[in-house]
Each structure stands twice: as structure tokens, then as C-alpha cells.
């Protein structure tokens, strides 16, 4: 069963940096897509950025020019760096799985905590 575990949330002061990584176990068929989602206390989960087949990326207008996504394929891992952060920067930040084939499941990590103090 492919999993995907994120790490590297932390708490940090406002201007500080942090790199979160989603590692997938290893799944050829599938081919995962993975993207980075967070959630804040009391709102909905949201688009973060995400890292395409083709290699692009898209970012949302929040944290676009601030956080940079890459990927290495030979790990299964994502990374996410994450710099200028701001207190509303402070989420639950989970690591999504989209597939093309319809019987592959969308994945979800367990998330990690990033916490971004004033």
C-alpha cells in the first residue's frame, strides 16, 4: 500500500525558513502526483502547490515568490521550502497523491505542524 509521510514542520519566528519533505513509498503504476495542501485552525484545507509530471509548478497567490516546490524522483520525495514565513503561515500542512489512473487512490499524509510565531 503506498503511503506518504511528511516531515519538518517546526516552530519558527516570523522571516524564518523551513523545508517540509513528503516521501511516497514506491508505486511505478501509479505515478503520483504529489502537491502540498494546509489546514489552519477553524478553515478548510487549502491548495498549496504542487508539483506537475511535466515538472511545472503552480503555486497559490498567498505564498507565491515565498515558497519554492521541488521534487526528487529517485527518493519518491517532495519538498517543499518554505521561506519569509508569516503567522498566517501557520497550519497543518499535508502532502497530497493524485494519480491519472482511476484506481488509484488519492493519498493523503498524516501532515506536519508548521507554526510561524510574530
Known amino acids: 500500500q503506498v503511503q506518504l509521510v511528511e516531515s519538518g514542520g517546526d516552530s519558527v519566528q516570523t522571516g524564518g525558513s523551513l523545508k517540509l519533505s513528503c516521501r511516497s513509498s514506491p508505486s511505478a503504476y501509479c505515478n503520483y502526483v504529489l502537491s502540498w495542501y494546509r489546514q489552519a485552525p477553524g478553515k478548510e484545507r487549502e491548495f498549496v502547490s504542487v508539483f506537475e509530471r511535466d515538472g511545472s509548478t503552480k503555486y497559490s497567490d498567498s505564498v507565491k515568490g515565498r515558497f519554492s516546490i521541488s521534487r526528487d524522483n529517485t527518493l519518491n520525495t517532495v519538498y517543499l521550502q518554505m521561506n519569509n514565513l508569516k503567522p498566517e503561515d501557520t497550519a497543518m500542512y499535508y502532502c497530497?497523491?493524485?494519480?491519472?489512473?482511476?484506481?488509484?487512490?488519492?493519498?493523503w499524509g498524516q501532515g506536519t505542524q508548521v507554526t510561524v510565531s510574530s
Open positions: 497530497k497523491g493524485e494519480s491519472v489512473y482511476f484506481n488509484c487512490p488519492v493519498l
